[in-house]
């Protein structure tokens, strides 16, 4: 009579156990190496606190979102911030906040940063520097998406580094929400180049610096009021159907020499010339130094349009005058026609 023998795999319930535990730890391993995605589930909190996140905090193989209304606070200055990408709003209805305010408290994100990809999204730089390898500021319109976004680089200390394209209002191929670019108080912002499509708006008073140029489809609004927004690199202000909108307040106590844009290299005017003067002019400068660039472009040397809001009744009117004698101007006239 021949004795049964127990089956190795019944033998080894143990080791069936630890093959389960190896292939699960495997699965996890591969997955944060081909880029799993950890979510926000704090309202206000510390980037850093691995417990607000429901996969853990971000790494560079980490994509990280925040859809849940909350925001991630970067104040410290070690260790650094990173994630392989960052959206914040996924979706409608979604929304998601990133403060970045510490004097080294440096965000790596080796991907693409949306502030506002479907929903709504708001990244603040008030200290502190944020890498990214492109970025989408309110990125789809349509049907199923109803995108805001707003970035906000503001003090001598805040800087966004931008390896490839920045789209403001849309993505590089394709138009989408109402997007807002904010750069003041000496903030800067870099990147390769820089699309404000015609729902974006780029104001400010700070610097963006491109080695491919500065393209506006939108809303070009300059801080003015004695201060100059800085373009390190070419301007483009669009013509055509959708064309560029540049905005220039004025008031008399601005100061007649300053201009509320430049431009290193060249500038290619179009669109449509937005001015509005409001005070009491009668002791102000005649002229106001509205743009000033390296060099215009052929072809493209006036704005398409202009509109000029100013206080009537004493006794001057406005005129737009080009002046390519020392560098390229576009300036403001005030000339006298009262008796």
């Given at each position: 009579?021949?004795?049964?023998?127990a089956?190795?795999?019944?033998?080894?319930?143990?080791g069936?156990?630890?093959?389960?535990?190896?292939?699960?730890?495997?699965?996890?391993s591969?997955?944060?190496a081909?880029?799993?995605?950890?979510?926000?589930?704090?309202?206000v909190?510390?980037?850093?606190?691995?417990?607000?996140?429901?996969?853990?905090?971000?790494?560079?193989?980490?994509?990280?979102?925040?859809?849940?209304?909350g925001?991630?606070?970067?104040?410290?200055?070690?260790?650094?911030?990173?994630?392989?990408?960052?959206?914040?709003?996924?979706?409608?209805?979604?929304?998601?906040?990133?403060?970045?305010?510490a004097?080294?408290?440096?965000?790596?994100?080796?991907?693409?940063?949306?502030?506002?990809?479907?929903?709504?999204?708001?990244?603040?730089?008030?200290?502190?520097?944020?890498?990214?390898?492109?970025?989408?500021?309110?990125?789809?319109?349509?049907?199923?998406?109803v995108?805001n976004?707003?970035?906000?680089?503001?003090?001598?200390?805040?800087?966004?580094?931008?390896?490839g394209?920045?789209?403001?209002g849309?993505?590089?191929?394709?138009?989408?929400?109402?997007g807002?670019?904010?750069?003041?108080?000496?903030?800067?912002?870099?990147a390769a180049?820089?699309?404000?499509?015609?729902s974006?708006?780029?104001?400010?008073?700070?610097?963006?610096?491109?080695?491919?140029?500065?393209?506006v489809?939108?809303?070009l609004a300059?801080?003015g009021?004695?201060?100059?927004?800085?373009?390190?690199?070419?301007?483009?202000?669009t013509?055509?159907t959708?064309?560029?909108?540049?905005?220039?307040?004025?008031?008399?106590?601005?100061?007649?020499?300053?201009?509320?844009?430049?431009?290193?290299?060249?500038?290619?005017?179009?669109?449509?010339?937005?001015v509005?003067?409001?005070?009491?002019f009668?002791?102000?400068?005649?002229?106001?130094?509205?743009?000033?660039?390296?060099?215009?472009?052929?072809?493209?040397?006036t704005?398409?349009?202009?509109?000029?809001?100013?206080?009537?009744?004493?006794?001057?009117?406005?005129?737009?005058?080009?002046?390519?004698?020392?560098?390229?101007?576009?300036y403001?006239d005030?000339?006298y026609?009262?008796?």
């Amino acid at each position: 009579m021949k004795t049964k023998h127990a089956s190795p795999i019944a033998r080894t319930s143990s080791g069936k156990n630890a093959i389960l535990l190896t292939i699960t730890a495997l699965a996890l391993s591969m997955s944060a190496a081909f880029g799993a995605t950890t979510r926000w589930t704090d309202d206000v909190d510390i980037w850093h606190n691995s417990a607000d996140w429901d996969y853990g905090e971000p790494n560079p193989t980490t994509a990280a979102e925040i859809n849940n209304g909350g925001t991630a606070r970067i104040i410290t200055d070690f260790p650094m911030a990173n994630a392989l990408s960052l959206t914040l709003g996924l979706n409608t209805g979604q929304s998601g906040n990133v403060v970045v305010s510490a004097a080294f408290g440096d965000l790596d994100v080796g991907e693409a940063i949306f502030v506002g990809k479907g929903g709504a999204g708001n990244l603040t730089i008030t200290q502190g520097i944020v890498n990214s390898a492109s970025a989408s500021i309110a990125s789809l319109a349509g049907e199923l998406w109803v995108s805001n976004g707003s970035a906000k680089v503001d003090g001598g200390g805040s800087h966004w580094i931008i390896s490839g394209e920045a789209d403001v209002g849309g993505t590089a191929s394709a138009p989408g929400g109402t997007g807002l670019l904010t750069v003041i108080n000496s903030g800067t912002v870099t990147a390769a180049n820089v699309h404000v499509w015609n729902s974006g708006t780029l104001t400010g008073n700070g610097s963006v610096s491109t080695t491919n140029g500065t393209t506006v489809d939108g809303t070009l609004a300059p801080n003015g009021g004695g201060t100059t927004f800085t373009f390190d690199g070419d301007l483009v202000l669009t013509s055509g159907t959708t064309h560029a909108t540049t905005q220039c307040n004025i008031t008399p106590q601005d100061p007649s020499t300053t201009p509320q844009v430049s431009v290193s290299q060249q500038v290619s005017l179009g669109g449509l010339l937005l001015v509005t003067m409001s005070g009491d002019f009668s002791s102000a400068p005649t002229r106001f130094t509205l743009l000033s660039a390296n060099s215009v472009a052929v072809g493209h040397p006036t704005f398409d349009f202009k509109s000029i809001t100013y206080p009537t009744g004493q006794c001057w009117h406005p005129v737009i005058t080009y002046d390519s004698t020392d560098h390229f101007h576009v300036y403001l006239d005030r000339v006298y026609d009262c008796n």
